[in-house]
């Protein structure tokens, strides 16, 4: 298994400094989610009648929406639902990609087929319009976005586990514990998968903003989530209507929060390659 | 040769279009819940929910749903949509220019800037060319593109007034539209002579198309300059070098020329991300094209619209990739003859 070093990790930081930075968004971002609600100045969905659209100021950071709410509670409480969605998406389809591309890759034959042309079906959409299609055959619900971002991306991890598997197939340790008497699936479990660990955590964290992009797009359009509830892609697409009065900060500040998000993720992603995989280093 | 290779890739779309069939068909029909329930829609009463399942065959078996789902499909009827009371397929063929014209127009310009940018960032690296190629590519993978697109509304509608108001396609106060010939109203303003309109329909259309196109040209900028610089560090260009050729002879005829297969073959996921965010555009700038009306088909339950919408999408982006591996083939020897 290829543990990251020391070295790795230095190797990693040196190589680009944003890694440092997207480590420290990051922290930041799960301070947020976890302890988020506790630490923000206001409560997140007390509306307040005097206060409305109020400029950033400093008792409002981030000014107010057109209910009197505090944007910069919001946008911080918001962090648990944008990355939860998120990670949700990305576990159930690294979980569900790898183990049916490993079995794929491993068994060959009718199987390989099968899960090969149930990727193929899925990237034969555009994979945002799919999402929506599946949202509104599944029901408006958050878990639904969850299901339906994991479905998408579903086929990443699946042809990538398939891959990694079938070269690995005919490897000495895996001839090994076949001859010692080990089973198709005590092999996947104790050697293949933890051996295509690695480079699938890479490509889950690389999949990461691109998760939280799409939930939040769903949700711009106005499924899912529903308005009370603080969330990045709502609160961009109720502050929009503000734009043609000037009120900027309605938008401006869960956008920029959305962006700083998948940033972040994107470098993080770029830093656990270097580490894990030198070969592909610049 | 060539023209069995090409039947070949035509008859390797087939399996996609087969199961994209399969998936709208699973998503329209084995839901949990009452189908016949969500195609009637919320304001339903249990008697219309009946008639909905009778006239739909909801009651059937399922092989026979889906014959049924077939031939309504081969005689062109997608369903009627509960919001404007028009047939799914007369509303999508109504609104499809509007969206059709705003994504060519995005496609043209990302290409138009996204392929100079690659080759300059390749051909002089670490220069500011190559600094913008990548914060531009950083970005596309950052930024969402309703944020990008609200964000270019308020700076040049609001703050600089450069912009007209994002009502659409034509601010209908100011101008006419013209009487439809392709639907797409640059031409059709053009066609009737009418300038101003066309100025006008001009005005609303560069806002979307950038933000739309600025996306488009992340990907496409990235793998130019990636398949440039493979190109320009490979043997048959250093040998060219070595014969005294002209460096620009050498940057488009030899290095350009094969780093072109590559860049077209990451258009399929270009059309796959353009297709999907046409819908995020056209609900900031009111664009009346079928991303929008999926969007309110969605919102208001309208269940067969939605599902049209997706299956259209589909079909689009089967018949776009085909596109895209044919002229891949017409791009590369080696693909057309097979070798």
Not at chain 2, 189 to 197: C, K, P, Q, V, W
Not at chain 2, 233 to 254: E, H, I, M, P, Q
Request: hydrophobic residues 55%; neutral net charge.
């Amino acid at each position: 298994m290829a543990a990251a070093t020391l070295r790795d990790v230095r190797y990693a930081f040196g190589e680009n400094p944003l890694t440092a930075v997207a480590l420290a968004i990051f922290l930041l971002l799960v301070a947020c989610a976890v302890v988020g609600p506790a630490l923000v100045p206001y409560d997140p969905l007390a509306t307040n009648s005097d206060f409305r659209l109020v400029p950033p100021s400093s008792t409002h950071w981030f000014g107010t929406d057109r209910l009197g709410r505090d944007i910069l509670s919001r946008v911080v409480v918001a962090a648990r639902l944008d990355l939860g969605m998120a990670v949700c998406a990305v576990a159930l389809s690294l979980v569900i990609g790898t183990g049916l591309g490993a079995v794929a890759g491993y068994r060959g034959g009718w199987i390989d087929n099968v899960v090969g042309r149930l990727f193929d079906t899925i990237m034969a959409f555009p994979l945002f319009v799919l999402a929506m299609g599946i949202v509104a055959a599944l029901g408006n619900s958050v878990a639904n976005i969850v299901i339906a971002t994991a479905i998408i991306n579903l086929p990443f991890y699946g042809r990538f586990a398939r891959a990694e598997v079938n070269i690995r197939r005919e490897l000495a340790y895996v001839e090994a514990a076949r001859m010692g008497g080990n089973g198709a699936a005590l092999i996947l479990a104790r050697h293949l998968i933890p051996n295509i660990m690695p480079p699938m955590m890479v490509q889950a964290s690389l999949n990461m903003g691109w998760a939280i992009l799409n939930a939040a797009g769903l949700s711009f359009i106005g499924l899912g989530v529903r308005p009370p509830e603080a969330e990045w892609g709502i609160m961009v697409s109720e502050g929009a209507s503000f734009i043609f009065s000037g009120e900027w900060w309605t938008f401006v500040f869960p956008g920029a929060a959305l962006v700083l998000a998948v940033f972040c993720f994107n470098l993080l992603g770029d830093g656990l390659r270097d580490m894990i995989d030198p070969r592909r280093r610049t | 040769m060539a023209y069995r290779a090409v039947l070949q890739r035509i008859a390797g779309a087939l399996p996609s279009l087969i199961g994209v069939v399969i998936v709208t068909f699973l998503l329209s029909r084995a839901l949990p819940g009452d189908p016949a329930a969500y195609f009637a829609g919320p304001a339903a009463n249990a008697a219309s929910v009946q008639q909905v399942r009778e006239s739909l065959g909801l009651d059937k078996s399922w092989p026979e749903q889906f014959w049924r789902y077939l031939s309504d499909l081969s005689h062109g009827s997608l369903g009627h949509s509960l919001t404007t009371g028009q047939s799914v397929v007369a509303d999508l063929v109504q609104r499809l220019p509007a969206s059709m014209e705003l994504t060519f127009c995005a496609l043209i310009f990302a290409i138009i800037v996204a392929v100079p940018l690659g080759v300059l960032a390749a051909a002089r690296p670490d220069s500011i060319v190559d600094h913008l190629c990548r914060a531009l590519v950083t970005m596309g993978a950052a930024f969402p593109t309703f944020f990008v697109a609200l964000l270019f509304v308020y700076v040049f509608y609001y703050v600089l007034g450069w912009a007209p108001q994002p009502v659409g396609r034509l601010d209908e106060i100011y101008y006419t539209f013209p009487s439809e010939v392709t639907g797409f109203l640059l031409i059709d303003t053009l066609i009737a002579g009418d300038f101003a309109a066309f100025r006008g329909a001009l005005a609303q259309l560069i806002l979307p198309t950038v933000s739309l196109g600025l996306f488009a040209l992340a990907p496409i900028a990235r793998m130019t300059r990636a398949a440039m610089l493979a190109a320009l560090g490979s043997d048959f260009v250093r040998t060219a070098r070595a014969n005294g050729l002209a460096a620009g002879t050498v940057l488009f005829t030899y290095a350009f020329r094969n780093a072109l297969l590559a860049v077209v073959n990451t258009l399929g996921m270009v059309f796959s991300f353009l297709l999907g965010s046409n819908v995020l555009i056209e609900q900031v700038f009111g664009w009346p094209g079928v991303g929008s009306y999926a969007v309110s088909a969605v919102i208001a339950s309208d269940y067969a619209s939605v599902q049209g919408f997706v299956l259209l999408m589909a079909v689009a982006y089967v018949l776009l990739n085909l596109v895209v591996d044919l002229v891949a083939g017409l791009i590369d020897p080696r693909v057309r003859f097979g070798g």
